[in-house]
C-alpha cells in the first residue's frame, strides 16, 4: 500500500512568490495541507539576501505587495529592512510560520506518474537527507542564482590592491568612507547604489558599457497617503494598487507605441534633474525605453549626487585592472580604493532544483511555458515567475 504524502502542496521559497502563494491557498483552499520549503533561515528571499546600502524596491510597493495586505508604510519606494518587516508581518497576520521549514535545501523533484506524487530530496542544515511528499509543486524560488552571482573574470583583478565587491554578497564590515569608489554596472543595483555609497565616500564613479533609461518619482505617494487619510485602509488600498498598476502598464505601452516620444520625455527629465551636470552621452542608450529595464530614481537620490559632484558617470569599456584603480579601453585610468561589480545575476531556473518526470530529467528549454506559472509536459507543477 502506497505511504500518503506529507501534504497537498510543497512551496519552495519563503519569498514574496512562496508566502503569496500560501496566503492564497490558505484563504481559497482552506482544506489543503501544505507546507513552505526555505533553505535560508529566514523568511524575505531577495531581500533577505541583499544587504547592500540603500537596498530598496525598484517599483512602488503598493503593486509589488500582496492585494490583501496593505501597504502601510509612508514611502511606496521601500528599504529592503521595510519589505522584510512588511512579509514578516503577513507570515504573522496570515497564520503561516507553523507552515514553514527554514534550513531546507530542495535538491531534486520527481514526478510519478502512476502515484500522481511529487518525491522532494531536501537537505537538512546538518546536510543530512530526507524525502517529502505531495500532489503538487509550487517553486517560489526566484529566477537567479544565490550561490554564485554574474561576476565577469576581468583581466588583471589580481592586480587591484583594494577590495573588489559584489553587491550579491555584501561584506558588513566593508568600510568605504572617504574613499574612491568605482561601481561597475547602470543598472537598478548600481542606480541605487551610487547615492547610498556617495554619503561616506570620498566619490562614486559609476562606470557603464552602455547608458541606461532612468525615471525619477517621489519616494513618497503623496495621493496614496491622502486616500489613507480619508478613505478606510483596504479601499484607499485597493484604489491606489488600481491606480499604480494601471500607470505602469500605460507608461509601458506608451514607450512600445512612440519609443522616440517617450525617450526624448525621459531625456528631458534627466537634463531638467542635473542641469549644468548633465552629459548627453552618459544618459543616450541605443535602445529603446522598456526595450531593457528603466530604471527608478526615487527622489532624484542618482542625480542630486552627480549634480552635488559627489558621483559621476563615465562610459567606457574595461581593459583591465591595475593596482591603483581600472584602465579602459581608450587608455583612460579610473583611480579606486574600493571597486562594486554591479554586473547582474546569473539566471538559475527553478532554483537549480533537479527536476524530473518519471525519472527522465526536465529540459526547461525545452519546455513550453504558459499561462505565466506553467509548464507543458510536467504535471501538477507550477513556478512563479516576476515581472
Known amino acids: 500500500m502506497t505511504a500518503p504524502p506529507d501534504c497537498d502542496v510543497l512551496i519552495v521559497g519563503a519569498g514574496i512568490s512562496g508566502l503569496g502563494m500560501a496566503a492564497h491557498l490558505k484563504r481559497r483552499c482552506p482544506e489543503k495541507s501544505f507546507a513552505i520549503l526555505e533553505r ?26 500582496y492585494s490583501f495586505a496593505p501597504w502601510r508604510d509612508e514611502k511606496s519606494i521601500a528599504e529592503g529592512s521595510a519589505i522584510r518587516a512588511y512579509l514578516e508581518r503577513v507570515v504573522e497576520e496570515e497564520a503561516l510560520a507553523p507552515h514553514i521549514r527554514l534550513g531546507c535545501h530542495v535538491l531534486a523533484a520527481d514526478w510519478d506518474g502512476a502515484e500522481a506524487l511529487w518525491t522532494l530530496t531536501v537537505a537538512a542544515p546538518d546536510g543530512a537527507r530526507q524525502q517529502m511528499r505531495a500532489r503538487f509543486l509550487i517553486l517560489g524560488s526566484g529566477y537567479y542564482d544565490y550561490d554564485e552571482p554574474h561576476d565577469p573574470p576581468f583581466a588583471g583583478r589580481e592586480d587591484f590592491r583594494g577590495q573588489v565587491v559584489h553587491p550579491q554578497f555584501w561584506p558588513e564590515d566593508l568600510d568605504y568612507a572617504g574613499k574612491q569608489v568605482v561601481v561597475i554596472g547602470s543598472g537598478a543595483t548600481a542606480a541605487t ?24 518619482q517621489p519616494a513618497v505617494d503623496r495621493t496614496a497617503n491622502l486616500l489613507r487619510r480619508l478613505l478606510p485602509e483596504r479601499l484607499a488600498y485597493a484604489l491606489t494598487r488600481r491606480k499604480n498598476i494601471r500607470f505602469q502598464d500605460f507608461s509601458f505601452r506608451k514607450a512600445r507605441q512612440n519609443p522616440a516620444g517617450v525617450g526624448g520625455y525621459l531625456k528631458k527629465r ?118
Open 40 to 65: 535560508r533561515q529566514a523568511i524575505g528571499g531577495t531581500w533577505d539576501l541583499f544587504r547592500y546600502p540603500g537596498v530598496r524596491s525598484d517599483s512602488d510597493m503598493f503593486s509589488l505587495g
Open 193 to 216: 547604489l551610487v547615492p547610498a555609497l556617495a554619503e561616506q565616500a570620498a566619490h562614486v564613479t559609476m562606470l557603464q558599457r552602455t547608458p541606461s533609461w532612468y525615471f525619477a
Open 270 to 387: 534627466v537634463r531638467q534633474e542635473l542641469g549644468d551636470a548633465y552629459d548627453r552621452k552618459a544618459f543616450s542608450p541605443p535602445y529603446g525605453p522598456w526595450e531593457q529595464r528603466l530604471c527608478l530614481v526615487p527622489d532624484g537620490d542618482l542625480f542630486r549626487a552627480i549634480r552635488e559632484r559627489k558621483a559621476s558617470i563615465v562610459t567606457g569599456n574595461i581593459a583591465r585592472f591595475e593596482a591603483e584603480g581600472i584602465r579602459l579601453a581608450s587608455g583612460r585610468q579610473l583611480a579606486a580604493d574600493v571597486i562594486v561589480t554591479a554586473t547582474g545575476l546569473k539566471l538559475a531556473v527553478a532554483g537549480k532544483i533537479a527536476v524530473s518526470v518519471d525519472g527522465v530529467p526536465v529540459q526547461w528549454n525545452e519546455t513550453f511555458y504558459y499561462r505565466n506559472c506553467l509548464f507543458a509536459g510536467v504535471p501538477n507543477l507550477a513556478g512563479v515567475f516576476g515581472y
